[in-house]
């Protein structure tokens, strides 16, 4: 079993930043990528960014490409999205989640997920 703790949501202005962080713990040798996904009210969940733990390569969704970027710290055991140029359109339940996955953009391929942090952004 992984255990996923997110933090560092909150309300922010357009053009602000954020770092989201998510702690992991338990079996996390056990998974080859974590990601970030968010979900809108009334919206379907999407995926964010994901990186490949063994490699560290990120991978992004066109809409928040050159805007946020992943990162994880082996030794805290910690995934970080960091957040900038922030627009109204980010605001959603940003998630992270572990696995070991092929498809990486596609959430059901994920095996843990945390229980997710708010990040509102005012226009």
């Known amino acids: 079993q992984v255990q996923l703790v997110e933090s560092g949501g909150g309300l922010v202005q357009t053009g602000g930043s954020l770092r989201l962080s998510c702690a992991a713990s338990?079996?996390?040798?056990?998974?080859?990528?974590m990601g970030w996904f968010r979900q809108a009210p009334g919206k379907e969940r999407e995926f964010v960014a994901a990186?490949?733990?063994?490699?560290?390569?990120?991978f992004y969704a066109d809409s928040v490409k050159g805007r946020f970027t992943i990162a994880r710290d082996n030794a805290k055991n910690t995934l970080y999205l960091q957040m900038n140029s922030l627009k109204p359109e980010d605001t959603a339940v940003y998630s992270c989640?572990?696995?070991?996955?092929?498809?990486?953009?596609?959430?059901?391929?994920?095996?843990?997920w945390g229980q997710g942090t708010q990040v509102t952004v005012s226009s």
């Open positions: 338990g079996r996390t040798f056990s998974s080859d990528t």
């Open positions: 990186i490949r733990l063994n490699s560290g390569s990120p």
């Open positions: 989640a572990a696995g070991n996955v092929d498809r990486l953009r596609f959430g059901e391929e994920y095996d843990y």
